[in-house]
């Protein structure tokens, strides 16, 4: 959804550009779209954390970081707080060293 707001946006712009005050709402209404769907990003990733699919929420965290930029820091301390325990506890629970099945075995 990002890339479509950035898209669509970008296909106004000739159509503003002549007037300072639709340039400003322009800038208003990017920065709106930003702040929304980058919020619904930051839930995707969280969730795409939770069940362990790592490839997805790296995708949808490279597409905030393009289209968001900036902003990704004004997101609500509450989902900064829910991405960092979710990829810490992701992280921790890759890196313990699991028994091979010959430890198993022998046991």
Not at 25 to 35: E, F, L, P
Not at 55 to 72: D, E, K, N, Q
Not at 84 to 101: G, V
Request: aromatic share 10%; glycine share 8%; charged share 20%.
């Amino acid at each position: 959804m990002l890339r479509a707001m950035h898209q669509v946006m970008g296909w106004q712009e000739p159509f503003v550009r002549s007037s300072p005050r639709l340039r400003a709402a322009a800038r208003t209404g990017i920065a709106y779209w930003r702040d929304h769907f980058g919020h619904t990003t930051v839930k995707e990733i969280v969730g795409n954390l939770r069940r362990g699919n790592v490839s997805r929420a790296l995708t949808a965290l490279a597409g905030l970081m393009w289209y968001v930029r900036g902003r990704v820091l004004l997101f609500p301390p509450r989902y900064a707080g829910r991405l960092f325990r979710q990829m810490w506890r992701l992280l921790h629970s890759r890196a313990r060293p699991r028994a091979s099945i010959n430890e198993c075995s022998s046991l």
